[in-house]
C-alpha cells in the first residue's frame, strides 16, 4: 500500500510479521502507526500475514533507496521467525536504513533488541507521537547522544553501549489521534480478506479502542507499559469507525482487541445503544470484578446489542494466589463462580484464562496448586457448562519490582540475553505459555495440566471453533466423558489425536 500525496524522499517501510498461517487480522499496530505519520510521510505497509514471501516485496522496496526508515511490530511468539531474520538482513542488505521496533515484544525485551546491534530504536509502549518525533530527529540526523533524540519521548536506545529510556509520556487521548485508513489499507491488500469468519460472524472486524488497563497483575506485559493507566476512545467514535467498516465492507461481527475494553460501564452501555440495530456480534477482554459491578440491565442490554463472549482472567481459583497476582485485591474464588452463574442469565458466555504452574516455595506446593485449580475448573463448569475455559502455563513477564517477578527471579529464571535465541523452539514455547521453561515446573507438572486441558477440551469443545462440525463434536465429547467424570486425564492419546487430525482449535496457542 503506498501513500502518494505527500512528497518525501524519507519513506517508510512498517511491517506486521506473520502472526497467523489462516485468520487474517486488520494489522491495528501498523495502522495506527501509519496514521500517525500518515500527513508527514510516504509510507507503505507489507503484511507478513498476507504475503508468500515479504523479503521478496520489502527488498524491492528498499532497492529503490528511497526508503529511510524501517518499522516492525513485535509481539512475542510466532511473529518473531520472521521480525529476527529479517531484521538481520536489513541491518546487513541496508546498513543505512533506520530500524525501529515497537510492540509488545520490543518494549518489555529491549536489553536483546538492542544488544542484537540490528534495531536502532525501541519505541517504549504508544508510538503515536513518539514515531513522529522520532523520524522529525532523525531527518535532522540528530545523533543518539543529540538532545533532539533525548527528548523523544516513549524510546529506547543504545548510547555508548549505555541503554537510555526516555521519559514516558502521558497516556494519549485516543479521541485526538488520526483515523485508521482503511480505505489505503484496502488499496493493497484487500479489506474482504482482513474481516475473517470467526464463531462471531462471516466477516470479523479487529478493533482497538483503548490504551492500557488500569490494574497490575504481576504476571500481566502490559502493566510494565501503562502502569496501571488506561484511557478509551468514546463510544461514539468506535460505533464511527465500525459503522464505517460495516457500510462499506459489510462487517458482521468485531473482536475487540482492548487489553480491557469494558472498564467503563458507561462508555460499554453507551456504545450498546449505538450499535444496537446494526446486527453485530461482538466479544472483548474485561475484568470479573469490574463487569460483576454493572447493573443487570447494561448486561442485558449489552447481550441484546450483540455482546455474545467476554473473556476474563479468572486465573486462579486460590484467593492466595490472587492475592500474589495483585488482581486488584477485588477478585475472589467465590466471585468466580457466582460470576459464571450470572453471565448464564442473560446469555453471555464467560471465556475464563486460567494461569496454571504459578511459583510456589515447594514441589509439592506448586503440584497441589496444580491440582486444586483443576478442580476448580471443574465446579465453574458445573455452575455454568458454557463458559470456556483456556488454560495457560505462568510464563514470567519482566514486571521488575512485583513480587512474584521477584520470586521468579530468585528462582533462576532468566530470559534470553541474545535475540536470536528467541527463535529456539523453547523459547518459542515459552511465548504460547506452552512450556515457560520456569525452574519450578516439573514435567510430570506440565503433563498434568496439558493431559486435563486434552481431556476438559475434548468433553467440552470450543464454540469458537466453527470448522468442527456438530457430529464430530458430539464423538469427542461422548469419548471424552468418561474420563472427565472420573477424574483420568492421564495420557488421553486417543483424544489428542483427534484433535490433531480435525485440527482443533487452541485459543490459547492462536491468540483467540
Ligand atoms: C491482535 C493481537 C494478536 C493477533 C496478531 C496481531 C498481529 N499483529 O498480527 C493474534 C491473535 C494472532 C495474537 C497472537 C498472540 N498474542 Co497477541 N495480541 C493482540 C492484541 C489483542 C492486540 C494487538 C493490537 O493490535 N493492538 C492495537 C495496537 C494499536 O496497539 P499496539 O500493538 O500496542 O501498538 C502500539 C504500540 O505498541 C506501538 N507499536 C506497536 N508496533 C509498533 C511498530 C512501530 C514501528 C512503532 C513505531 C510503534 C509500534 O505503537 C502502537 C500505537 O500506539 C494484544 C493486546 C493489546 N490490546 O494490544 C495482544 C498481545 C500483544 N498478544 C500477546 C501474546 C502473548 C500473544 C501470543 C504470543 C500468545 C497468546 N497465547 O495470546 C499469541 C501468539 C500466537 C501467534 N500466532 O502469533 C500479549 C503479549 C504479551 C507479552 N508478553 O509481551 C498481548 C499484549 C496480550 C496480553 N495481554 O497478554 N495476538
Ligand atoms: S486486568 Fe488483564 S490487562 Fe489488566 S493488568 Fe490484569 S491481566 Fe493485564
Not at 438 to 464: C, G, R
Not at 479 to 495: C, D, G, I, S, T
Request: charge should be negative; aromatic fraction near 14%.
Amino acid at each position: 500500500m503506498v501513500c502518494l500525496s505527500v512528497p518525501n524522499m524519507n519513506k517508510v517501510l512498517l511491517f506486521n510479521p506473520r502472526s497467523d498461517e489462516k485468520k487474517y487480522r486488520v494489522p491495528n499496530s501498523i495502522l495506527q502507526i501509519a496514521a500517525a505519520i500518515d500527513d508527514k510521510y510516504e509510507w507503505v505497509i507489507v503484511d507478513g500475514n498476507r504475503e508468500k514471501n515479504p523479503w521478496k516485496t520489502i527488498k524491492s522496496h528498499l532497492d529503490t533507496g528511497d526508503f529511510k526508515y524501517v518499522g516492525f511490530t513485535v509481539m512475542p511468539g510466532p511473529q518473531l521467525s520472521q521480525a529476527i531474520p529479517l531484521t538481520k538482513t536489513i541491518h546487513q542488505e541496508y546498513p543505512d536504513v533506520y530500524m525501529i521496533w515497537g510492540g509488545y515484544f520490543a518494549s518489555n525485551q529491549y536489553k536483546s533488541v538492542l544488544d542484537s546491534g540490528w534495531v536502532d530504536f525501541a519505541i517504549n509502549g504508544p508510538g503515536d507521537n513518539a514515531f513522529p518525533a522520532l523520524l522529525a530527529a532523525l531527518d535532522n540526523d540528530a545523533e543518539k547522544s543529540s538532545e533532539e533524540i533525548h527528548a523523544v519521548r516513549n524510546l529506547i536506545f543504545k548510547n555508548n553501549g549505555e541503554f537510555v529510556k526516555t521519559a514516558k509520556e502521558d497516556l494519549l487521548d485516543y479521541n485526538t489521534l488520526p483515523r485508521l485508513n482503511y480505505d489505503k489499507l484496502d488499496s493493497h491488500y484487500s479489506m474482504d480478506k482482513y474481516l475473517g469468519k470467526t464463531y462471531l460472524g462471516e466477516k470479523t472486524l479487529a478493533y482497538h479502542s483503548s490504551f492500557g488497563c488500569p490494574f497490575t497483575c504481576s504476571f500481566c506485559a502490559v502493566v510494565p507499559i501503562y502502569n496501571a493507566r488506561w484511557k478509551g476512545l468514546k463510544a461514539e467514535n468506535v460505533y464511527r469507525d465500525v459503522k464505517y467498516v460495516k457500510d462499506k465492507w459489510g462487517a458482521d461481527a468485531i473482536e475487540f482487541h482492548d487489553n480491557n475494553f469494558f472498564v467503563s460501564e458507561k462508555r460499554t452501555v453507551e456504545f450498546s445503544k449505538l450499535v444496537m440495530d446494526d446486527n453485530m456480534i461482538w466479544w472483548g477482554e474485561g475484568r470479573i470484578d469490574t463487569i460483576d459491578k454493572y447493573k443487570d440491565e447494561s448486561l442485558a442490554l449489552m447481550r441484546k446489542a450483540g455482546c455474545k463472549m467476554i473473556f476474563f482472567g479468572a486465573e486462579t481459583g486460590n484467593d492466595e494466589v490472587l492475592k500474589k497476582m495483585d488482581k486488584g485485591g477485588t477478585q475472589s474464588a467465590a466471585q468466580i463462580l457466582e460470576f459464571a452463574a450470572r453471565m448464564k442469565k442473560f446469555d453471555i458466555i464467560p471465556e475464563y484464562s486460567f494461569v496454571l504452574g504459578t511459583p510456589a516455595d515447594t514441589e509439592k506446593e506448586v503440584m497441589d496448586q496444580i491440582d486444586f485449580d483443576i478442580d476448580f475448573i471443574r465446579q465453574v463448569k458445573e455452575v455454568n457448562p458454557d463458559t470456556e475455559i483456556i488454560i495457560y502455563i505462568y510464563s514470567p513477564v519482566p514486571t521488575e519490582g512485583s513480587e512474584m517477578f521477584d520470586s521468579v527471579l530468585d528462582s533462576g529464571f532468566r530470559f534470553p540475553e541474545h535475540l536470536e535465541d528467541w527463535l529456539k523452539a523453547d523459547w518459542e514455547n515459552f511465548d504460547l505459555r506452552k512450556n515457560p521453561l520456569t525452574p519450578w515446573l516439573t514435567a510430570e507438572m506440565i503433563d498434568k495440566i496439558q493431559h486435563f486441558e486434552t481431556v476438559l477440551n475434548a468433553a467440552y469443545p470450543t464454540v469458537s471453533d466453527i470448522r468442527m462440525s456438530g457430529s464430530q463434536r458430539k464423538l469427542i465429547s461422548s469419548m471424552a466423558k468418561f474420563r472427565y467424570k472420573n477424574k483420568v486425564y492421564k495420557y488421553p492419546y486417543e483424544l489428542k489425536a483427534l484433535q490433531q487430525i480435525w485440527n482443533y482449535r487452541q485459543p490459547e496457542i492462536q491468540g483467540f
